[in-house]
Structures are given as structure tokens and as C-alpha cells.
């Protein structure tokens, strides 16, 4: 039923959740990547050579703040120990040392710079952006603040003013790896994906072994469904650099998107000799092998992964999967169970426990789990559109009820979900029920025409046979392309009759026409 959608992308979404702790690193290894100075970065690389000093001026600060000492601080000490705190992840301390460098030097364009960036690891962009038009006002041709503003951009989705700040960095002084990979990331919010493989393209001429580049671009050419160009350039990419994991991987994932499931594991093969402890070449290699329907070798794969996953919750998850599609759903229910109990917000793993329990038979189980689901989810329209059908399945209406009036809560604009509850209707039989949810999908759906479709369904099933004639008349009157399979599909009693079969022949005679 979720077929129009990514269900494996939105199952990895779901099952990668990030606690906010989580998201702060993410936000600063970004940071870190472009925000700060040429100047700062070199400091950055002095780190190990002069550790010791580092981790004096450090514990000094510290002491300083702590213990109320005094210490005089230069300009560039105080850089150096804001740089600190700013590549490792320590947003307090990072701040105490901002305020106290605002202090001593009130006037430092670089200080007020670290406080742009300190605010825009906060979030607080607004602001961070009002501090920025000030210092690019005080030193127009400064590229340390073009690239914080282009960051900041960025990270409030105004790519446009993103990628125009950081068009004014495309000259040698600046690390161009970094802006051009900047600029595309950009270009692929935006969904202009030919611009993206151009500025990608730039990045791996500036460095060939920017895997991160490689897995992006890839991406970029499968969005465009450009499949065979995406595997070509792959293979020579892990010709050029035979040690490269993730090239190795996103080469097994381009197999995979081509259904060329054993070259697939051949390449996620060489990504795990590369690195045996690549749990995401374990994950995608186990995959392969449940499409290609050999599941006890995917479980195989799973349990060694187990060792090196840090998101094991990930790995319980496929199990479960696995053996769900052998057949043995006591066990599918553990594994999904584990799932939950590490991240209690992963939807599917839910989802799996009660279609184990429904499989078995278990309506008691089934009922609870999706009960505790909903407490943990209350608001999640995948939950609502798989429950759905298992409580269709048993025959329970009020619960079929209940998320229908949880999904109209939700407001969604998608007819394919308005759809799918008028085909659990049709199902259950409750026709009345098909007219309601026809009737509500007018107050959210912009067209409604691919209803008209399931309301002639309706008619024939209440013996209103002339009445669906012409609902299905006017319903194809309306439509370039139809499938005609999916009507006797819900509605197998019009398969022998010959005036539905005329409608639909008349149609393809018309569109045959057309052509």
C-alpha cells in the first residue's frame, strides 16, 4: 500500500533517528568544514605538532574562569582556544571563551566572526546573519565572514544566497574543494541536479579522492535516473582508487538500483576487505541477498554486522525482516522487539512486531503492539497507513475508524493516501464509509478525479449498475493513461461483464488514436 513511496529510504530514515546531541556534532563538523578562517585552519593543523602548548593555554583558560584567576590572554591565544572548544564539539566552553575574548577586544572582527558561528551552531541564524552584514560592511573583501554567511544561509534553506557568497570565494586563495562541494550541496537542495554534477565534478578535479563527492554525485545521477552513466563512472572511480571503501560502496548501491544484485555483493565485498568493520557494506550486502531471496545468508551477514554497528537498532530491524520473509514470525517478533527497544520511535519495527503477531494469528499481541505504537507515535502518517490494513485484516472497523480519523487530523494533500483508505473501505465493504472519505479528500486534495473511480466501484457493488456505468464513462472521459487491470484487481465482479470491458476498450481505442 505504500508502494508510491521509497519505503526502504524512509525505513532507514526512521531507524537512524539522531538525538540532539547527535545533531549538534553534525552541525559542528559542518562548521568546521567551512566556516572558520584559512588562518584558523592552519592554527587547526598546528594542534598536534604543538599539542602540549594547546592543552596549556587550555587548562589556563579554564583555570582562569574556574578559579577566577588572572591571566592575561593575547588575540591569537584566545583564537586558538575558541578554535579548540569549536572543533571539539564544546559549545558551553566555546561560548564562555567568546565572551570573555568580546571582553579584552571588543573591536576583533575575528572574535565577533567566532560569535557568528557560535550562534549559528545555536541556530539562533537571524542573528548570527545581523552580525555578519556588520562585519561584511566593516571588511567587504573578508572571506572567512563570506563563508560563515554562506553557511548560515545554507542551514536557513535560502540556498540562493547561499551559493551567492560562495561564488565570491572562486579564487585560489581559498580551499575550492571545499567551497565547490559547498556550492553543489546547495544546487542539490535546490533540486537542480545538473548544476550539482557540475560543481561535484569540480570538486574531484580539485581532489580525486573525495569520497563524500563521489557518494553526492551518484546520487545526483540516479535522482536523474541516469543509471548506467552513474555504475560507469563508479567503475572507474574504483579503478583509479582500488581503496576506497565508500567508492567500492556506492558502486555496490548503483548495482543495486539496477537490480544487479550479485555484482552488488561483489562490490560491498571489497568495501568490507577494505575495512572489516564498514557496517553499512554489511547492511547493503545483506540487502542483496534478501532480494535475491536468499535470506538465511542476508542473516548471516546481519549477525556479523551486529559486531561492528553502532545503530544496531538498524541491523535487528533487517533481521526481523529476513525472517518474516522465512516464514518464522516468532522470531521476525524478537528481533523487531530489540529494534523498538533501542529506538522506541522506529515506526516499521512496530509495524513488524504486529504483522508477526497478525501472522500468527495473535489478534491480543496485535492490538497491544500497536496500541504502544501509537503512544510512542501518535502523529506518524506511516503508522497510521500500515495499521490500517492489519486492523482491516481482522475485521476490526472501530480501529479501521480510528486511524481514519488520526489521518484526517493530519490534513494530507496526497490523493494516493485518500485512495488507500477507499480501497480498505471497499474492502470491508462499508460503501457509505468510500463516500465519507470522498467526500473529506475535497477539503485537502486540489483534484479529485482519481476518486471517481473507487465512487463507481461503490455504486456496482450496491447494484447501482447504470449509475457506475456512467461514473466510470466520465472517469475515463478525464484520463491520458489508465490501467485497467487495477478495477477488476478491487473489483473482480466487473471482470465478466461486458459493459465495463467496453468502456475501457473504448478508452484505449481512443488513446490508440491519439498516439
Known amino acids: ?7 526502504s529510504l524512509q525505513i532507514t530514515n526512521s531507524i537512524c533517528l539522531v538525538q540532539e546531541k547527535v545533531k549538534i556534532s553534525v552541525v559542528l563538523q559542518h562548521i568546521l568544514s567551512i566556516f572558520i578562517s584559512k588562518n584558523i585552519i592552519m592554527r587547526m593543523n598546528r594542534f598536534e605538532e604543538y599539542n602540549e602548548e594547546v592543552e596549556y593555554l587550555v587548562k589556563q583558560f579554564e583555570l582562569t574562569i574556574t578559579e577566577h584567576r588572572a591571566k592575561f590572554f593575547d588575540l591569537d591565544e584566545l583564537e586558538i582556544i575558541i578554535t579548540f572548544y569549536l572543533e571539539t564539539g564544546d559549545v558551553v566552553m566555546m561560548e564562555e571563551s567568546v565572551n570573555y575574548a568580546e571582553n579584552l577586544y571588543p573591536e576583533s572582527v575575528n572574535i565577533r566572526l567566532h560569535r557568528a558561528q557560535l550562534l549559528g551552531i545555536m541556530e539562533r541564524f537571524d542573528q548570527a546573519l545581523l552580525l555578519l552584514q ?3 560592511q566593516l571588511e567587504p573583501d573578508n572571506d572567512d565572514v563570506k563563508y560563515t554567511m554562506a553557511v548560515i544561509y545554507g542551514q536557513k534553506c535560502e540556498h540562493e544566497k547561499a551559493i551567492f557568497y560562495y561564488k565570491q570565494l572562486f579564487h585560489g586563495d ?12 546547495e544546487y542539490l537542495q535546490l533540486g537542480e541536479y545538473e548544476t550539482a554534477i557540475e560543481y561535484y565534478n569540480k570538486v574531484l578535479k580539485e581532489n580525486p579522492q573525495n569520497d563524500s563527492s563521489v557518494l553526492d554525485l551518484s546520487m545526483c545521477y540516479e535522482t536523474l535516473g541516469r543509471y548506467d552513466e552513474n555504475v560507469k563512472f563508479l567503475q572507474k572511480y574504483v579503478s583509479d582508487n582500488p581503496y576506497s571503501k565508500k567508492g567500492w560502496f556506492t558502486l555496490g548501491l548503483g548495482y ?7 555484482k552488488a555483493i561483489e562490490a560491498f565485498d571489497y568495501a568490507i576487505a577494505i575495512d572489516e568493520k564498514f557496517f553499512l557494506a554489511y547492511s547493503a550486502k545483506a540487502n542483496s541477498y534478501t532480494e535475491l531471496k536468499k535470506y538465511q545468508e542476508a542473516i548471516s551477514i546481519l549477525n556479523e554486522a551486529l559486531n561492528y ?10 533481521l526481523g525482516k529476513n525472517y518474516s520473509l522465512m516464514k518464522n ?18 515506526v516499521f519495527a512496530w509495524l513488524g512486531v504486529a504483522k508477526s503477531y497478525s501472522e500468527l494469528d495473535d489478534y491480543n499481541s496485535v492490538e497491544e503492539y500497536l496500541d504502544r505504537a501509537f503512544d510512542a507515535n501518535p502523529e506518524s502518517l506511516e503508522l497510521i497507513m500500515g495499521s490500517v490494513e492489519i486492523y482491516a485484516d481482522f475485521g476490526k472497523d472501530d480501529m479501521v475508524d480510528m486511524c481514519f480519523q488520526k489521518f ?10 485518500w485512495i488507500d483508505f477507499a480501497k480498505i473501505y471497499i474492502k470491508l465493504e462499508d460503501y457509505d464509509k468510500v463516500t465519507k472519505v470522498i467526500n473529506n479528500a475535497v477539503q485537502y486534495v486540489e483534484d479529485i478525479n482519481e476518486m471517481m473511480l473507487y465512487s463507481a466501484i461503490c455504486s456496482y457493488k450496491l447494484g447501482k449498475r447504470e449509475e457506475a456505468y456512467d461514473k ?4 475515463f472521459g478525464t484520463k491520458e493513461i489508465f490501467f485497467g487491470d487495477s478495477i477488476f484487481t478491487i473489483c473482480p465482479e466487473m471482470e465478466n461483464d461486458s459493459v465495463i470491458h467496453d468502456i475501457v476498450d473504448s478508452f484505449n481505442s481512443r488513446q490508440s488514436n491519439i498516439e
Open 472 to 475: 466510470l464513462r466520465n472517469y
Open 134 to 136: 556588520e562585519l561584511e
Open 256 to 262: 543495486s538500483t539496477m537490480k544487479l544484485y550479485e
Open 174 to 185: 581559498n580551499d575550492l574543494e571545499t567551497i565547490y562541494e559547498n556550492t553543489a550541496g
Open 329 to 346: 514470525h516468532e522470531l521476525a517478533a524478537i528481533y523487531y522487539k530489540k529494534a523498538i527497544y533501542i529506538v522506541p520511535h522506529n
Open 408 to 417: 484526517m487530523d493530519l490534513q494530507i494533500d496526497n490523493i494516493f493516501y
Open 1 to 7: 500500500m505504500l508502494g508510491k513511496k521509497n519505503v
Open 309 to 318: 554497528c553502532p545503530e544496531k537498532e538498524m541491523i535487528f530491524y533487517f
